[in-house]
Structure formats: structure tokens, C-alpha cells
T-cell receptor, first 113, second 111 residues
Framework: DGGITQSPKYLFRKEGQNVTLSCEQN?????MYWYRQDPGQGLRLIYY???????QKGDIAEGYSVSREKKESFPLTVTSAQKNPTAFYLC????????????FGSGTRLTVV | KQEVTQIPAALSVPEGENLVLNCSFT??????LQWFRQDPGKGLTSLLL?????REQTSGRLNASLDKSSGRSTLYIAASQPGDSATYLC??????????FGEGTQLTVNP
């Protein structure tokens, strides 16, 4: 079945540590996205990529980094510069261009310990 | 900047009721609007996608309408069931292939 796989489901980060969240899709979608979800604030866009080897900052990119070396993969690194990383992280993909819907993964819950 | 608002923030209804969830957006220059469902601790499941040139879409007991000129969409759920309990999110796609989300409506359907 086609879809998006996020791993791990739960992740714990110590202060000052970098962690990487995985996102893999087998939908052959060109575009991929990372969103952060906090209670009462809806979803906010962190980074997005419309093609391999290219990506753009979203609304809250500070303290995060991404790469897009393969069409299927769009990992997100939460760096130590992100002061409040505890949140639910969602990855999504869509076919390139407008008029196509988005498919979301099942999310990774990151907690700072 | 596009802003999306969903009303009400929470809704509790008895099983069997028909209900309407509302979504409004400030910039009518959208490509499409998508309704999602989110269960607690889970990802988003797409329910309906309405292109900017369309007025409505239907899937089973769900019907979504779009009035682009007035910046409004509604999601109609017929004959609600306890399994419909979830948070419903509205999102609009604008230029640059970006989705802007509302904060959602938390729906509880009581048996």
C-alpha cells in the first residue's frame, strides 16, 4: 500500500542534543513537508521541498534543518538551537503543482527530558 | 498572510444528529481546500478535497461546500455516529504549494 511512514513514533531528546526524525513516502510525490503541531495552535509549516536537492523554509524554520537527497525521503533534524522542541511532528507529501491533495504520516511525538 | 478560522472550537452532539462545521479564510486566492480528520495522537486523514473551481464534494455521509468569493467552507456530517468523534481540520492551499490550517473543531458524538 502507498503511504508515508514516520519513525520513530515517540522520541526523547536530552538538552543540547540533536535528533533526526525520519519520513519516507512511496507515493511517488514530488513535494514533501514538515509541520509542527502544538496544543491550541494548529499546524505550522517548518520546511518544505518541491523537488530533490531543493527545499525552502516555512514559517518556523529556526532550530531545524532538513535534506532531500532522494525523492522518497525528507528527514528533519531538530537541533540544540530549537529551544522548545517538545511537540507533535507531522510529515506530508503531495503531487507537484496545485490541485492535488496532501497525504500525511502518523506523526512523531518528541519530548525533551 | 492567509488566515484560517474554524468555528466552533468544540462541539458535543447526541448520536444521529446532523451537524455543520464552519471554516473561513481571509484570502480568496486559493487553489483548493481540504478537510481532514485527526484522532487523538494520530496523523491526519484526508476526508474531502474541493478544487477552487468546484462548489462542493461528497463522500458518504460527508458533504463539503466552498464559497471562494466569501472565503467560507462548511463540512456537513449527516446522521452522526460515536465513531465520528475526532478533531476536524480545514486547510487551504495557496501559491507556492503551501497549506494553511485552521485550529480545528473538536467533535464529540455521544451514544
Amino acid at each position: 500500500d502507498g503511504g508515508i511512514t514516520q519513525s520513530p513514533k515517540y522520541l526523547f531528546r536530552k538538552e543540547g542534543q540533536n535528533v533526526t526524525l525520519s519520513c519516507e513516502q512511496n507515493l511517488n510525490h514530488d513535494a514533501m513537508y514538515w509541520y509542527r503541531q502544538d496544543p491550541g495552535q494548529g499546524l505550522r509549516l517548518i520546511y518544505y521541498s518541491q523537488i530533490v536537492n531543493d527545499f525552502q523554509k516555512g514559517d518556523i524554520a529556526e532550530g531545524y534543518s532538513v535534506s532531500r537527497e532522494k525523492k522518497e525521503s525528507f528527514p528533519l533534524t531538530v537541533t540544540s538551537a530549537q529551544k522548545n522542541p517538545t511537540a507533535f511532528y507531522l510529515c506530508a507529501s503531495s503531487s507537484r503543482g496545485t490541485g492535488y491533495g496532501y497525504t500525511f504520516g502518523s506523526g512523531t511525538r518528541l519530548t525533551v527530558v | 498572510k492567509q488566515e484560517v478560522t474554524q468555528i466552533p472550537a468544540a462541539l458535543s452532539v447526541p448520536e444521529g444528529e446532523n451537524l455543520v462545521l464552519n471554516c473561513s479564510f481571509t484570502d480568496s486566492a486559493i487553489y483548493n481546500l481540504q478537510w481532514f480528520r485527526q484522532d487523538p495522537g494520530k496523523g491526519l486523514t484526508s476526508l474531502l478535497l474541493i478544487q477552487s473551481s468546484q462548489r462542493e464534494q461528497t463522500s458518504g455521509r460527508l458533504n463539503a461546500s466552498l464559497d471562494k468569493s466569501s472565503g467560507r467552507s462548511t463540512l456537513y456530517i449527516a446522521a452522526s455516529q460515536p465513531g465520528d468523534s475526532a478533531t476536524y481540520l480545514c486547510a487551504v492551499e495557496t501559491s507556492g504549494s503551501r497549506l494553511t490550517f485552521g485550529e480545528g473543531t473538536q467533535l464529540t458524538v455521544n451514544p
